[in-house]
């Protein structure tokens, strides 16, 4: 049997400027076993396991496999110790074949044509053993996230690793992706793969995990068997207070209409297809609607059409009595509608301004943050810690800190933070709890509630069920561009929404409510 810890990490601290991300933790992993790494955003998970990949060394604390001392100080360490890592952003070439991808860096050398083709079967038949539906020839950027995400794992098993660390691998996945996930991993560990899951989903601990560790700002809390233990229970460990799991929120009382979208029309950048074809609706003041489906009918380029990010090439939007179809993203901002947008990264944030100026983004040419073109330094200092603080946004070094070095909840906080603070009239909210853990997915549903009986219009856009069942006071499911289907949250059951969502339930939506 040899050791019973194929992995410990033992009294590990980490330090970055500002900030201890790791004090005195110690996680043991046995062979064969599925452990999930539970924790907040922030909480030092990552950090956790990038120490044990080699991308960062530990300001103290030792690392033992098997029993023995070891010294990771690169990721080819960790591999040569056959410790595997799937990174929540994946680090795939995006021209090459999944096949090129999975033997990059350990391609085989003699007689190029010959090898390549053991390779190739190498990669077919642990897809099959494992069930990992790819095509080896397909390029990276024609594939599904779910394919890319199969493709690291066998990027991880073609290096004969034994140790699998999943870096929240559920985050970009639906719902259906994430069913063939579990039965990959549970079938990973029955072939004797010991699995680090970091994740702070408590449904998906519950169900593949043998055992879990809790860590909470940073430091250790416990280490719990699953079996005996109850989601709930897991929740109090992780956030340190009882964390509740419905939204409570009074029926809604809708009043004029804030956002009258007919007949938009809005060209698919893939295909050659429209991506939105003639969706018609509207959101009053006072209530929340929610546009709900799988990723990829359509909701993205709609979204993109509304704020004015991509031109729409049918239909009109009017928005508090205004045309506003042709209108620039700023005019749009300045009559009141705020986004949360999809891709922090690309149109939330810029990650090398600090969180003060990024707190200040749209509204810096205002009369409060500045004066005849100069900034109001101390005028974006109150304003940004005010809203840290109203947030709880995460950082080293407070409002000075750059964005990019922040953890991705923290950044999601920030821009949430700062859309619902310029009190719209319509806060358009695109997968706000993306990513976020239960503490701060409760605080951000309240925030969405409030908005909305303080007499403001939100229109959320979600992949979560839970989400769209809980929040919304009206629910349009859009399936390949159109909507088929108004439902009432009280009345439909999840199933149902389901069957709406996969298209195989439809109505026509009427425009008017």
Not at 207 to 228: F, L, Q, S
Not at 383 to 394: K, M, N, S
Request: hydrophobic residues 35%; neutral net charge.
């Amino acid at each position: 049997m040899g050791h019973e810890y194929i992995i410990e990490m033992l009294n590990i601290t980490k330090d970055f400027p500002g900030i201890r991300a790791n004090d005195n933790i110690t996680l043991q992993l046995r062979k064969g076993e599925i452990h999930a790494l539970l924790g907040e955003n922030g909480a030092g998970k990552s950090t956790l396991m990038s120490i044990l990949f080699g991308l960062y060394q530990p300001t103290s604390g030792v690392i033992k496999k098997n029993g023995q001392e070891v010294k990771i100080n690169t990721p080819n360490d960790a591999n040569d110790l056959n410790i595997g890592m799937v990174h929540q952003h994946f680090k795939l070439v995006e021209c090459f074949s999944v096949l090129d991808n999975i033997i990059l860096g350990v391609e085989p050398t003699r007689g190029l044509f010959l090898e390549k083709k053991k390779a190739r079967e190498k990669v077919l038949e642990l897809s099959n053993k494992y069930g990992l539906k790819v095509d080896p020839d397909a390029l990276v950027s024609d594939i599904t996230v779910g394919m890319q995400q199969r493709t690291e794992i066998l990027k991880m098993l073609y290096r004969d690793n034994e140790v699998l660390i999943f870096d929240e691998p559920t985050a970009v996945l639906t719902p259906q992706e994430i069913e063939e996930l579990m039965k990959i991993m549970k079938s990973l560990a029955k072939e004797g793969k010991s699995i680090l899951f970091i994740t702070h989903k408590l449904n998906e601990i519950m169900e593949v995990a043998d055992r879990c560790t809790i860590i909470r700002k940073g430091k250790y809390i416990g280490t719990v068997d699953i079996k005996d233990t109850t989601k709930e229970e897991l929740s109090r460990m992780m956030v340190g207070r009882n964390v509740s799991f419905s939204v409570d929120k009074k029926p809604s009382t809708p009043g004029g209409t804030v956002l009258k979208v007919e007949h938009m029309t809005v060209p698919s950048k893939s295909h050659s297809n429209n991506a939105v074809k003639d969706v018609s609706f509207n959101v009053r003041r006072g209530e929340i609607v929610c546009i709900a489906g799988i990723d990829g009918n359509g909701q993205s380029e709609f979204v993109q059409g509304l704020t004015g990010l991509e031109n729409i090439t049918g239909g009109t939007i009017t928005f508090c009595g205004k045309d506003i179809t042709h209108a620039s993203i700023r005019d749009r901002s300045k009559a009141g509608m705020s986004h949360i947008p999809e891709d922090r990264h690309k149109h939330g944030l810029v990650l090398d301004y600090s969180l003060e100026q990024n707190m200040v983004l749209q509204r810096y040419w205002a009369p409060e943050f500045q004066n005849h073109g100069f900034i109001k330094s101390k005028a974006v200092r109150d304003h940004a810690v005010r809203l840290i603080e109203q947030y709880d946004v995460r950082s080293g070094q407070g409002p000075v800190t750059i964005t990019r070095s922040m953890s991705g909840g923290n950044q999601q906080k920030a821009i949430i933070a700062r859309e619902i603070d310029k009190a719209p009239e319509l806060l358009v909210a695109v997968q706000p709890t993306r990513g976020l853990d239960v503490g701060a997915i409760e605080y951000i549903h309240k925030q969405l509630v409030a908005q909305r009986d303080s007499g403001k219009a939100v229109l959320l856009v979600s992949l979560e069920l839970d989400e769209v069942m809980d929040v919304s006071d009206r629910i349009l499911v859009m399936y390949e561009g159109e909507l088929v289907g108004q439902l009432d949250p009280k009345k439909v059951t999840v199933e149902e929404l389901g069957l709406y969502m996969a298209g195989a339930k439809r109505d026509t939506v009427p425009a008017e409510v």
